[in-house]
């Protein structure tokens, strides 16, 4: 079983669409979750870090669940900017950062 | 502030060369990890070097290999070239003791093997 799967997409959606992402990890020693943002050739950046009591950046909604070693992330009223592939990204203790394979999104006008 | 630089963009070699990328990390980091990011995956730890020793390492042979330099830049050598190595390869930069996610990823070099 893989560190990090992530749903395989790629996702097409219409722009003002709401679109979910889901991520499960293996590690429950697994202390840090993450979402990063990779645009076509080029390198990741960090979109937010994941707790269990949920957080929210405008459009962006992110939540962890231990128990089910469950990560997901929410994206209202989509933008064509948010087309990009989203990273799910673990961070076992002691350890590098573990990356999904990451989702494609592509926003459609 | 210059963040993270690596060199060459663009690289193409033939199997069973070999290759050196570079990689400045961003004003003040003394810490690089290296990724490599194969078409359609997601980046994996190769390994991390901090006061000119590797510190930690990932899953990779020992075809890759790295140096720190005193003034905390670094390169990855890989020897022996495998079409399988056709990745980007990340270079990423932190402060040692900061958490793994507060590093600055650099553009990546593209290695293409022919």
């Known amino acids: 079983r893989k560190e990090v799967e992530q749903d395989p997409g790629p996702f097409n959606v219409p722009e003002g669409a709401t679109v979910a992402f889901n991520c499960t990890y293996s590690?429950?020693?697994?202390?840090?979750f993450f979402w990063y943002r990779q645009d076509c050739r080029k390198e990741p950046k960090l979109l937010m870090s994941v707790y269990s009591s949920g957080n929210e950046d405008g459009r962006f909604t992110a939540q962890l669940n231990r128990a089910s070693q469950y990560i997901s992330l929410l994206i209202r009223d989509s933008k064509l900017s948010d087309s990009a592939t989203y990273l799910c990204?673990?961070?076992?203790?002691?350890?590098?950062?573990?990356f999904g394979k990451g989702t494609r999104l592509s926003v459609i006008a | 502030d210059a963040g993270v630089t690596q060199s060459p963009t663009h690289l193409i070699k033939t199997r069973g060369q070999q290759v050196t990328l570079r990689c400045s990390p961003k004003?003040?980091?003394?810490?690089v990890s290296w990724y490599q990011q194969a078409l359609g995956q997601g980046p994996q730890f190769i390994f991390q070097?901090?006061?000119?020793?590797?510190?930690q390492r990932g899953n990779f042979p020992d075809r890759f290999s790295g140096h720190q330099f005193p003034n905390y830049s670094s390169e990855l050598n890989v020897n022996a070239l495998l079409l399988g190595d056709s990745a980007l390869y990340l270079c990423?930069?932190?402060?040692?003791?900061?958490?793994?996610?507060?590093?600055?990823f650099g553009p990546g070099t593209r290695l293409t093997v022919t």
């Open positions: 590690n429950s020693a697994s202390q840090s």
């Open positions: 070097y901090y006061e000119e020793e590797e510190r």
């Open positions: 004003s003040g980091h003394d810490t």
């Open positions: 990423a930069s932190s402060l040692q003791g900061v958490p793994a996610y507060e590093q600055y």
């Open positions: 990204v673990v961070n076992p203790r002691s350890t590098p950062l573990v």
